[in-house]
């Protein structure tokens, strides 16, 4: 029998029809989508017994206690540990999220190491009587930033920089004893200090925000001052007596009788704080003095801690910056000043390309939190000494680098377990208490052994110092960030910056990314009186440099400001509160 | 055309539904014993054993799922009988310290979140609700997997009814949204795949 080709066809037909009526084609369709949803390369948690680990979170130098629930090794949310005498059970939405970022999608994980060593020993060697050897720590006062200060001493003109005052130092701010503060542009509720003191220590106070734009702060202030761009030093001069309460009110815009009625205040509720200037250094009850937080005594043959600004320009012929942890970040375009006009060594340890990496010659992948063991110095608001450790939860990729370690071997520092070393210097002083988080409980540190005392920090304890009562009376600093720019015709404005991008979890990014409701990496809104149009292409410029911006008019902000959005370009140019204008591209 | 022309496109009718509907669903899946012929019936009856005491919760509410090699061992330390299944697991895995490899009928996959003690504890259902009668059954039967989609025979589902027929129930989504419907409760598509 021949088959043709008709019937062929017909035999196709009748099968396709056939199939139709079947489950297969549709079952097919289910099943490949179903597939995809658990093909490789799409993550998937972990399986395993559930259970609690802790540690301190290292995103910013507040410190907050973290509880981590685990599903085996792995951990899968973050919480705060209620009860914690420092950080009151709080935790931030960073800090929330925090165990999103060792997979951060832009992160550095290689890096020319060896090439690295080699130039630095090399910029070492070469280094000219008149220039330096500097390392640049984003976050002092931590234990690595002891090994930093003690390898820059052991380098022919070495020198160690530290981006903001040293937090840990003689003088702590108690905001449980105040009963006014006056915050001359100090983001108190939005980041300052550690957010669970602050919260807890909130209904004790009245707080007079004194600030230009209207800030978080300011919003929630019990009063703001809308004062004018640039004036915070006008004002707390005029509270202190030194220029009339008339010259006052003509520099920052606001009443005679209102600063008179806030220094009155300032006299009569107190004890009042002064936060953001040194010329109402209210000393006494809310200015505390703070005992550091013990180092062995050898560690004490360290580099002092120096000002970028003290630098000779020019004079860098070697820089390292360590900017694994994140802190306040200085502009590059005033470092860029200071290196050595011929071919220095820039090496820059980070964990992602969106800081100094972008300019350094170097870039050496480093390990982020929580995957690295790291202290945290005691925050601006802790009256006390303390020691935490960071301790890790998730295990460190392979091939990161110690920016300690790299440091020290260039200087050829012997280094040990120097977070163990310090642990045990502070043991043997056998002061204060320790606080564990698994069960909530504070002891003294005399009846704990350094064996036990070792695991309860990295189990997420905290070690808090004993009040010293034979301190001297403190002198507070000024506070970074609230410093009042010079009146300057060619830059009218003042900056200020728009902090919305601190390192965190790319879930919380892509939230900015998608909300649009606040600025861009590029944005900066004006008052409409600007003289520019809503969505120009402009150019923000400061003493340092500029960069092209894109304008958007809100009026909300006011005359004389310039809000802009502290992405990596912007934060080249200048701090917040500096100097600054728009101008058309 | 001819009833004899017919034919080769009623050839090809009935074989495409014959194999739609008989060889591909036996296709589709692959069959894969399990490591050991367990009795859930044998525990049952004469070790007088109870769902919980293998299948038990942890502490903090989770569910800990199939014993481990130590809970068997505990009894099993040596062989408990002369069957061949017996001497098998003696041999392979308690002696071997192996743990057997087994396939879990109820495995949900990675975009599931379920919780047993909710159900068990905050419900009241039984473990027959959706396991059916595993507990008495006296062998294991092969394990199915669904070749393309990786997923258990028995957790996936989309229609309750077969031809207007109630399907018997199981651990398969069309199952905890009939459940959940009937019962009144919230059955949106993030109670489960959070």
Known sequence: ?585 | MTLRGKIPFLAGLLIALGAGWIGFPYAIYQRRPQPVDFSHKVHADKAGAKCEDCHSFREDGTFAGLPSLDKCAGCHAAPMGATVAEKNFIDQYVTANRQPRWAVYARQPENVSFSHIVHVKRAGMTCESCHGDTGSSDTLRPYQVDRISGYSRDIWRVQTTRGGVPMPHGMKMADCVECHRRKGLEHSCLDCHK
């Open chain 1, 1 to 585: 029998m021949k088959t043709t080709r008709r019937e062929i066809m017909l035999f196709a037909g009748g099968s396709a029809v056939g199939v139709l009526f079947t489950p297969a084609p549709w079952r097919l369709i289910t099943d490949t989508a179903m597939w995809s949803e658990n093909w490789p390369g799409i993550p998937r948690p972990a399986r395993g017994e559930i259970r609690s680990r802790y540690t301190n979170c290292a995103l910013c130098p507040a410190g907050c206690a973290v509880r981590a629930r685990c599903v085996g090794d792995q951990p899968v949310a973050l919480a705060g540990v209620p009860g914690h005498p420092l950080t009151h059970g709080a935790l931030c939405a960073f800090g929330l999220a925090g165990q999103h970022l060792p997979y951060y999608p832009a992160r550095v994980k290689q890096g020319p190491v060896k090439e690295a060593a080699a130039a630095v020993a090399e910029g070492i060697a070469k280094c000219g009587p008149s220039e330096h050897v500097v390392t640049l720590d984003l976050r002092p006062g931590r234990t690595v930033s002891w090994t930093y200060r003690r390898a820059m001493a052991a380098v022919r003109n070495g020198r160690y920089v530290a981006a903001t005052p040293e937090i840990g130092g003689p003088v702590a701010v108690d905001l449980s004893q105040a009963r006014t503060v006056l915050s001359l542009g100090v983001p108190v509720l939005d980041g300052w200090g550690t957010p669970g003191n602050v919260i807890a220590a909130r209904p004790g106070f009245r707080l007079i925000q004194a600030e230009a734009v209207e800030s978080r702060t300011a919003s929630m202030a019990d009063l703001w001052l809308r004062i004018r761009p640039g004036s915070e030093d006008a004002l707390a001069r005029g509270l202190a007596g030194t220029i009339t309460p008339a010259a006052a009110a003509e520099a920052t815009g606001i009443p005679e009788s209102q600063i008179g009625a806030v220094a009155r205040e300032l006299a009569d509720n107190g004890p009042a704080l002064v936060l953001g200037t040194s010329l109402l250094a209210s000393t006494g009850r809310t200015i505390v003095a703070r005992r550091e937080t013990p180092v062995p005594e050898e560690w004490r043959k360290a580099a002092p801690v120096t000002d970028l600004a003290s630098l000779p320009d020019g004079s860098v012929r070697v820089l390292m910056i360590d900017e694994s942890a994140p802190g306040e970040y200085l502009p590059w375009n005033a470092i860029e000043k200071k290196l050595a006009p011929d071919n220095p060594v820039v090496v820059a340890f980070a964990w992602s390309l969106e800081g100094y990496g972008r300019h350094a010659r170097y870039v050496l992948p480093v390990g982020v939190y929580p995957e690295v063991a790291d202290d945290i110095p005691p925050a601006a608001d802790s009256v006390a000494a303390t020691f935490r450790i960071a301790a890790p939860l998730v295990a460190a990729p392979a091939g990161l680098v110690k920016p300690e370690g790299f440091v020290a071997s260039a200087a050829g520092l012997p280094l040990g377990d120097t977070l163990r070393q310090r642990a045990d210097a502070i043991h043997q002083t056998g002061r204060g208490s320790l606080f564990t988080s698994a069960d909530g409980k504070s002891s003294a540190l005399k009846e704990v052994s350094a064996d036990d005392f070792w695991k309860a920090l990295n189990a997420g304890g905290c070690w808090i110092d004993s009040p010293d009562d034979g301190a001297a009376t403190a002198q507070l600093a000024p506070v970074a960030g609230a410093a009042a720019a010079a009146e300057d015709s060619e830059l009218p404005l003042v900056a200020v910056l728009h902090r919305e991008l601190t390192p965190g979890s790319p879930i919380l990014s892509k939230l900015y990314q998608e909300s649009n409701l606040r600025l861009g990496p590029h944005g900066v809104a004006l008052h409409p009186s600007c003289g520019l149009e809503d969505g120009a292409r402009a150019m923000f410029q400061t003493l340092l440099g500029k960069c092209p911006v894109e304008v958007a008019l809100d009026a909300g902000v006011p005359p004389g400001v310039v809000l802009a959005a502290a992405s990596p370009a912007v934060l080249d140019l200048c701090a917040n509160g500096a100097r600054a204008k728009v101008v058309p591209a």
